[in-house]
């Protein structure tokens, strides 16, 4: 059975026709072009920062000055020009408003388009908080003020810097180090906003937190840090989702995410990522290249990765979990959909230290077009990871006979109690689920995407419904599906 | 003349020409992979760049294949090699249907033999600069008598670089056996094997080196269209042994089968190395992998699928499970897809775990004590891999090899393993 014109067409529905393919015209305040200690200093002049943390950039810029990019994932790679990008770019809003309404309605009606309903959001009665990035400046933050009532405290990280230095002087870097990788420290060097949450011992977050990233300005490097805290017996629910204009230059993005959970406490943190991808012929679309980490110090702790990626030319991502607590447990849910000539290459690594410490690794890969999709995964369990446990499940689905579909596990044990099963599969829709549907009365039309759903539900069902809606529609083969 | 192969130079072997004095200028280039390559991240071989050794000259020693012949099926032939040198007077044995000649200025030959090995491999290149003997088989019609590759070896500070190729012409059938028992310091075989169409080949590779030897060998196979490959390694023996092995499924409706069964304790280093390359369609291949480790052994698997865009209709299939018998012991697997055709089939795993307890409460409840019921999942385990063998004369060689290696472990430990 070959992959129908329907199956086809949903898929460009999803991701080949990018409908978020506009500009907002606002006038915006951007560095010069090009990377060198005097444009961090720019930044973090306009980021008013403390002095230590110019201190830390600068170190970090001339730790990645040392390094080489790696060439190890199953990309291929443009040569990035870094002195051809500006790092900093601001809308010109003044400072940072207090509310909606000082904020610029084109702002507004970009995220209306997007259909992020940020002025209904209040009137929706506490769902979601929204840290909206646009470019680099968070421009809005929802609902601080019920969560500062129970002691969450959720702003921009830059605004962090200033406000609670200790906390950031602590936990900045301290899961993904400076000198992780080529990304990390460029990152480092060079982060304008992103996200801070700090949730305190024995609160359960009153609400989903939201931040949608959003690249507006051509050639503006995104560099987001976020960094989430969750002290003992909290929990939180963050969600991410992405959507760019389109545009042809190839832009950079290169994000952290660092997560912390201590004893007792859970962390659920749920992307859509929908970057633009480029257009059929693969010409432009974001390059994503981004580090993220959870620690589960704690014993107990939990933190749970869910992500939808369907878009990006490039995507070079790993949510991991290093896994320190007894008992701790690290998730790892993903859908990868490509297509045209989407790359992506995306895992996770299960660092395995605590005793009875428990992963389990669901990915689903879907590649169409000429696009490839790779899954790269380490699982390591080390010597003290007494009953350690791991579950890895790969499934990869391919549509159509040009694109390719990769497998890349590590695992690596040194603990004989210590249980690691690693699964993975590859096909088509296979002609004898179809007969199955079949004989039982049901369509070919139904069957299919009934097979399809369900390839991805495993991961779907992870997904918060604010963002479940979305992402059925970003993977797009859906009821009207295809016929085989 | 003597000198360190383990130098670039290669000072050993001068004056080479055509293939082997390419593969000497790419061995000079390269030499051993250093910590960064990534098909050697679980197996590091800059031990060896320290050693010292020598290329063997001759046959120096009588080879005592009787050893062999006692586990062999009754009339097999053997082929001897000797510190890595070929003993001509085993030429004498050839059964019918089977020709043989010397590699050594076989310019054609050896051309062939260059494409067939594994491609950027160190052995690839090394042995092929540095044969100590060279032999080409060329099998025609039904071969009865089964063929064994016998290696031995007696001197440590020795290096061996037998170099086999093996043509199987269209139609053919044979069995082959390739039976490593040597005591030399590095243990380098470069085979090439090419099986025509509705050719069968059940083969079995045996590495039971003495414990101080460094085994690794690069073996690359191209089966063509209705052709059978059923093949099975088995690594007991060697300080650190790594057996690679590349088969490309050249032709249609291929079926291929590579099994492999290691076997680890005191700090040995066993590493299966497989790439299998489907570049056409309609074609089988299947992997069952078998690791025990015990003490502070550690056993690696790299398997990688590759299905090219022309091969729809692949069948592969690929399971790798370990059991770890002692606290010290290291697993690591790598398995590896890289699928490039949308009408396939392929599916792989991969498991690392000790024995399970509520199995061996399940046989401690029916009066079985601890060491037999221990025995007894350890080898139905291991019969996974070794029920995959479809000559029965092979199977029935292996088995005793992982009998033996059983009743040498302490299955007495109760619990705490």
């Known amino acids: ?484 | 003349m003597p000198a360190s192969m383990m130098q670039h130079s290669l000072d050993g072997v001068m004056g080479l020409t055509g293939v082997r004095a390419g593969a000497q200028r790419r061995w000079q280039k390269t030499g051993w992979p250093d910590h960064r390559a990534e098909q050697w991240r679980f197996t590091r071989l800059s031990g060896l760049q320290k050693v010292d050794l020598r290329f063997a000259e001759s046959a120096a020693i009588t080879a005592e294949n009787q050893e062999f012949s006692a586990a062999m099926p009754d009339n097999a032939a053997f082929l001897s090699f000797s510190n890595g040198v070929f003993d001509q007077a085993s030429l004498d044995n050839l059964p019918k249907g089977v020709k043989a000649s010397l590699l050594d200025g076989d310019e054609a030959t050896l051309l062939a033999l260059s494409e067939l090995v594994p491609q950027s491999h160190p052995i690839s290149d090394l042995s092929l600069a540095a044969m100590t003997s060279g032999i080409h088989l060329e099998i025609s019609g039904a071969v009865e008598i089964p063929i064994v590759l016998a290696f031995t070896g007696d001197d440590n500070s020795l290096s061996a670089h037998p170099v086999v190729s093996i043509k199987i012409n269209d139609g053919a059938s044979v069995v082959i056996s390739e039976w490593h028992r040597s005591n030399v310091g590095l243990s380098a075989p470069l085979m090439a094997i090419e099986v025509g169409k509705k050719a069968r080949l059940d083969y079995a590779k045996v590495q039971q080196d003495s414990a101080a030897s460094t085994h690794l060998s690069a073996t690359g196979l191209k089966l063509g269209d209705d052709s059978i490959f059923d093949g099975f390694q088995i690594s007991v023996g060697g300080k650190l042994a790594r057996l690679e092995t590349h088969i490309t499924l050249a032709g249609e409706n291929a079926d291929c089968t590579l099994s492999a069964i290691y076997l680890g304790r005191s700090s040995q280093h066993h590493d299966i190395t497989t790439n299998m390359n489907h570049l056409k369609g309609h074609c089988l291949s299947n992997q069952v992998i078998r690791g025990v480790l015990d003490d502070k052994a550690r056993g690696v698997f790299q398997g990688k699928v590759h299905v090219a865009p022309d091969a729809q209709k692949t069948d592969g299939q690929q399971m790798s499970r370990v059991l770890l018998l002692s606290r010290k012991a290291e697993a690591d697997a790598k398995p590896e897809l890289e699928i490039y055709a949308d009408d396939v089939l392929c599916a792989h795993g991969a498991t690392i775990g000790e024995l399970d307890e509520t199995q061996l409460f399940y046989l401690a409840s029916r009066g079985i004590d601890g060491q037999t019921a221990r025995g007894m999942l350890i080898s139905a385990f291991l019969d996974d891999a070794i029920d995959s063998i479809k000559h029965d004369g092979l199977s029935a060689m292996l088995r005793p090899i992982t009998t033996a290696w059983m009743t040498a472990v302490d299955l007495n430990s109760d619990g705490e393993l």
């Not at chain 1, 790892?332 to 299960?350: E, I, P």
């Open chain 1, 1 to 484: 059975m070959a992959a129908t014109q329907k199956t086809i067409d949903a898929l460009e529905e999803a991701t080949g026709k990018y409908k978020y393919g506009f500009v907002t015209n606002i006038e915006s305040d951007k560095a010069p072009k090009g990377l060198s200690e005097d444009t961090i200093r720019f930044i973090s002049a306009k980021k008013e920062e403390p002095q230590w943390m110019l201190d830390s950039r600068l170190k970090a810029f001339a730790t990645w000055q040392k390094m080489e990019a790696p060439d190890w994932a199953k990309l291929n790679i443009p040569p990035i020009d870094y002195q051809d990008i500006h790092y900093y770019s601001a809308p010109k809003t003044g400072g940072g408003p207090e509310s909606l309404d000082e904020v610029d309605p084109e702002l507004l009606k970009t995220y209306a388009k997007l259909g992020i309903p940020l002025d209904e959001q209040k009137v929706l009665a506490g769902v979601i908080a929204v840290d909206a990035v646009f470019d680099s400046v968070s421009v809005a933050t929802t609902f601080r003020g019920e969560l500062s009532k129970v002691g969450v405290i959720f702003c921009p990280i830059s605004e962090a810097i200033r406000e609670y230095p200790d906390l950031v002087k602590k936990y900045l870097g301290s899961v993904v180090p400076v000198g992780d990788n080529y990304f990390s420290a460029l990152n480092a060097a060079v982060f304008t906003d992103g996200s801070f949450v700090f949730i305190p011992k024995g609160v359960r977050c009153p609400m989903e937190l939201s931040t949608y990233f959003r690249i507006n300005e051509a050639n503006t490097g995104q560099f987001e840090r976020t960094l989430i805290i969750a002290e003992e017996a909290s929990y939180v629910s963050y969600l991410e989702g992405c959507t760019a204009p389109q545009r042809d230059e190839n832009q950079l993005h290169a994000a952290v995410v660092e997560l912390v959970a201590f004893d007792d406490a859970e962390i659920k943190y749920s992307t859509v990522q929908n970057w633009y991808p480029g257009d059929e012929n693969g010409v432009g679309g974001i390059y994503n290249f981004v580090t993220k980490r959870g620690a589960c110090r704690g014993d107990r702790s939990k933190i749970a990765w869910t992500q939808v990626e369907t878009g990006s030319a490039i995507t070079w991502k790993y949510p991991s979990c290093i896994l320190q607590g007894k008992d701790s447990v690290g998730e790892f849910y993903s859908v990868a959909l490509t297509n045209n000539c989407q790359q992506a290459d995306t895992g996770t690594k299960m660092i395995h230290i605590g005793e009875g410490s428990r992963s389990t690794i669901i990915s689903k890969g879907i590649s169409a077009g000429r696009s490839q999709n790779c899954y790269r995964g380490l699982v390591r369990v080390q010597p003290g990871a007494e009953n350690a446990r791991n579950f890895t499940q790969c499934d990869s689905l391919l549509v159509g006979d040009k694109c390719g579909a990769h497998t890349v596990p590590y695992i690596v044990s040194r603990n004989p109690s210590g249980k690691v099963e690693h699964e993975a599969t590859t096909s088509r829709i296979s002609e004898d689920q179809l007969f199955y549907c079949q004989q039982r009365g049901i369509s070919t039309e139904d069957a299919v995407s009934l097979i399809v759903n369900g390839f991805c539900k495993e991961v779907m069902k992870e997904l918060p419904m604010e963002f479940a809606v979305e992402a059925q529609k970003l993977i797009g083969i859906s009821l009207e599906g295809s016929v085989g």
